[in-house]
C-alpha cells in the first residue's frame, strides 16, 4: 500500500511547535520580523507574498511587506535591501523571485545580510551549507529533510536521484544529503536536461526527488518497486476547468504511485513544507541576532 506523504500536516505540526519559540523570543522583546520585498506585479508572486503574509499572523510572527515599482532602477531595489539590512525590526526578508530583466537577482541576493538570508542564498550561508556548518538551510530542501523524518525515510546509505540542478533545490538539497549527519550519509546522483538515460538512474534509486519544473517528467516505468517519490514541481497545465488550468507536478502522479512506497501530492505535499521551514528560518534569525535561546522543531 502506497503511502501519501502529508505535506499539510507535518507543515502544521511544525508550525504548531514554533509558537513555543516565537513567545520566548516575544516575552525577552523580541518578537521574530519577516519581511518580503516585490519588485513589481506579477500575479503569481503577489500570491505567494499573501500566502507567507498570512503564515506569519498565524504563528505570530511580525510581518513586514515592501513593494517596488517594476519599472524602477534597480537602485530602488537596493536601498529598500539596505533600510531591510538596517532595521531590527526585520529579523529576515525574502526577496520574491523573479525580479524584473533589469536587475541582477545575483547582485540582489549579494546585498542581502547574511544573517537575514532566510532563503539560505547568499553565497556566505551556501558556503556554510556545503562545508557541513549551515546557518539557514533553504526553505525547500529542509522541508524535504523534514518530510523523511516525519515517515521514517532514512537516508543513510541510501540512492537519491535528485532530477534538477536549480540553486534553489537540487544542489542544496544534494550537498544536505551527502554530509556526514543523521539526516544525510547518503549517495547522491544529480540529473538535469544534458543527462544521458535519465530512467536508467531514477530506476537505480531508492529515492527520487523531482525538481525539474518539467510537467509530469517522471512517470511509473522511470521508478522501481519500492522507491520513495518526492515531487517538488509545482506546474500550470491548460486543463477543463473552472479557471482553466490545473496544477501537477514533475512526476505522474497515477503511474508513479502503483510503484512507490510513499509519494507527495502535487498540491499538499511540498509546497506547504516550503513556507513552515521559511518560518522556521526567520525564528532562527530571530534567535541569533537577539541572543535568545529558543527550542526549534
Do not use: W
Amino acid at each position: 500500500m502506497t503511502e501519501i506523504i502529508d505535506g499539510n500536516a507535518v507543515a502544521s505540526e511544525i508550525r504548531d511547535d514554533l509558537t513555543g519559540a516565537i513567545e520566548t523570543l516575544a516575552d525577552a522583546g523580541a518578537r521574530p520580523g519577516l519581511a518580503t520585498v516585490l519588485m513589481g506585479d506579477d500575479p503569481a508572486s503577489q500570491t505567494y507574498v499573501n500566502m507567507k503574509q498570512r503564515d506569519c499572523e498565524e504563528v505570530g510572527i511580525e510581518s513586514h511587506h515592501v513593494d517596488v515599482d517594476g519599472d524602477a532602477p534597480p537602485e530602488d531595489l537596493y536601498d529598500a535591501i539596505a533600510a531591510l539590512n538596517d532595521d531590527p525590526a526585520v529579523h529576515g526578508y525574502i526577496v520574491q523571485a523573479p525580479v524584473p530583466d533589469h536587475v541582477d537577482y545575483r547582485d540582489v541576493i549579494r546585498r542581502v545580510d547574511p544573517i537575514k538570508d532566510v532563503d539560505g542564498f547568499h553565497p556566505e550561508n551556501v558556503g556554510r551549507l556545503v562545508t557541513g556548518d549551515a546557518r539557514f538551510r533553504p526553505c525547500t530542501p529542509h522541508g524535504v529533510q523534514k518530510l523523511f523524518e516525519a515517515y521514517d525515510v532514512d537516508t543513510e546509505g541510501k540512492d537519491v536521484t535528485i532530477v534538477g540542478r536549480s540553486d534553489i533545490v537540487g544542489k542544496p538539497l544534494a550537498n544536505l544529503l551527502i554530509q556526514k549527519a543523521e539526516d544525510g550519509n547518503a549517495t547522491v546522483t544529480v540529473c538535469h536536461s544534458r543527462t544521458v538515460d535519465l530512467a536508467a538512474k531514477t530506476r537505480a534509486a531508492d529515492v527520487v526527488v523531482a525538481a525539474a519544473g518539467v510537467p509530469e517528467l517522471i512517470d511509473g516505468s522511470m521508478i522501481s518497486e519500492g522507491t520513495v517519490v518526492i515531487d517538488v514541481g509545482v506546474n500550470r497545465v491548460e486543463a477543463d476547468t473552472e479557471k482553466g488550468y490545473e496544477l501537477v507536478g514533475d512526476v505522474e502522479f497515477e503511474s508513479a504511485k502503483g510503484k512507490a512506497s510513499a509519494i507527495t501530492p502535487v498540491p499538499g505535499g511540498v509546497g506547504p513544507m516550503t513556507r513552515a521551514m521559511l518560518l522556521y528560518n526567520t525564528v532562527k534569525a530571530a534567535s541569533l541576532q537577539e541572543d535568545v535561546a529558543v527550542d526549534l522543531p
